[in-house]
T-cell receptor
Framework: DGGITQSPKYLFRKEGQNVTLSCEQN?????MYWYRQDPGQGLRLIYY???????QKGDIAEGYSVSREKKESFPLTVTSAQKNPTAFYLC????????????FGAGTRLSVL | RKEVEQDPGPFNVPEGATVAFNCTYS??????FFWYRQDCRKEPKLLMS???SGNEDGRFTAQLNRASQYISLLIRDSKLSDSATYLC???????????FGQGTELSVKP
């Protein structure tokens, strides 16, 4: 089955800890994206990548880092510098950036212990 | 001004009602337009693309007015299963990303 897989579904972070959220796609999509959604709020773009080994900051990149070493994978690290990390994190991919439909993974819910 | 603005909602309607959602966007150079649906605690899923001539998919009709930078979604004969948040989405072609509106919540009651 083609799709986008995010793991884990639920994640708990201790104070001062870095955690990494996984996002893998087998759709052969060039572009991948990370969004954050807070309760009752819209999606906010954290980082995006239109090609392997290249990525751009979105609207709320502070406290996060990403890598794009493989076309299929776009992991997001929530660093200890992100003081309010509790949110629903969504990964998406598309054929190309900007004009094409984005398909989403099922998301990761991150909470702070 | 937000890049994509939607009716704040929530919309509470009875089954069988017709409901319309409105959306405006600020970038006149935008090239692609979509409506996504998001169920509670789930990921957004594409409902339909929006074309310049307007398009229909069953009970759903989407319209685009480029001159007014306005997009709409009409749902006829609402079902309980239509209850969700509807996201207006505009493609930022030059920036290489989609811009999501805040969403409008719809609750269809028996």
């Amino acid at each position: 089955d083609g799709g986008i897989t995010q793991s884990p579904k639920y994640l708990f972070r201790k104070e001062g800890q870095n955690v990494t959220l996984s996002c893998e796609q087998n759709l052969n999509h060039d572009a991948m994206y990370w969004y954050r959604q807070d309760p009752g709020q819209g999606l906010r773009l954290i980082y995006y990548s239109q090609i392997v080994n290249d990525f751009q900051k979105g609207d709320i990149a502070e406290g996060y880092s990403v890598s794009r070493e493989k076309k299929e994978s776009f992991p997001l690290t929530v660093t200890s510098a992100q003081k309010n990390p509790t949110a629903f994190y969504l990964c998406a991919s598309s054929m190309q950036g900007g004009k094409n439909i984005q398909y989403f993974g099922a998301g990761t819910r991150l909470s702070v212990l | 001004r937000k890049e994509v603005e939607q009716d704040p909602g929530p919309f509470n309607v009875p089954e069988g009602a017709t409901v319309a959602f409105n959306c405006t966007y600020s970038n006149s150079a935008s090239q692609s337009f979509f409506w996504y649906r998001q169920d509670c605690r789930k990921e957004p899923k594409l409902l339909m693309s929006v074309y310049s001539s307007g398009n229909e998919d069953g009970r759903f009709t989407a319209q685009l007015n480029r001159a007014s930078q306005y997009i709409s979604l009409l749902i006829r004969d609402s079902k309980l299963s239509d209850s969700a948040t509807y996201l207006c989405v505009v493609g930022d072609y030059q920036g290489g990303k989609l811009i999501f509106g805040q969403g409008t919540e719809l609750s269809v009651k028996p």
